[in-house]
């Protein structure tokens, strides 16, 4: 048996059965969209943005662990937002090879600067 690598496991064809968009947003782009929708951010840089958007591992309670989406759907409020992070999500995954992908997120979180349901 092959020795249990990172190498290893990424080589490995992969199903994501249970994929949030607004948990999957690469650092780097939550700060760009944020800067392009004059969106507030507790941090401008990736290293501090990480350390609020990732919950610690004493985390007590859901609404704790649930914080962070509070930024994220913030810079998910336009359809270029949206189509560019499930573009970037898809990329990812194929890195990883994840050769299956399954999405969800909640339209109706992204309807807070004007997109409609449909548009979304």
């Known amino acids: 048996m092959p020795e249990l690598t990172y190498e290893f496991v990424k080589s490995l064809p992969k199903a994501e059965l249970h994929c949030h968009l607004d948990g999957s947003l690469r650092i780097g782009t939550i700060i760009e969209l944020a800067r392009k929708q004059n969106v507030e951010l507790p941090a401008w840089d990736e290293e501090n943005l990480k350390k609020v958007l990732v919950p610690p591992p004493t985390c007590e309670s859901l609404v704790e662990y649930l914080k962070p989406f509070d930024i994220t759907v913030s810079v998910l409020q336009t359809r270029e937002a ?10 990812d995954c194929a890195a990883e090879n994840i050769r299956y ?3 969800r997120f909640a339209p109706i979180l992204h309807t807070q600067k004007g997109l409609s349901l449909v548009d979304v």
């Open 82 to 91: 949206l189509e560019r992070t499930t573009y970037e999500l898809a990329e």
């Open 101 to 103: 992908l399954e999405i």
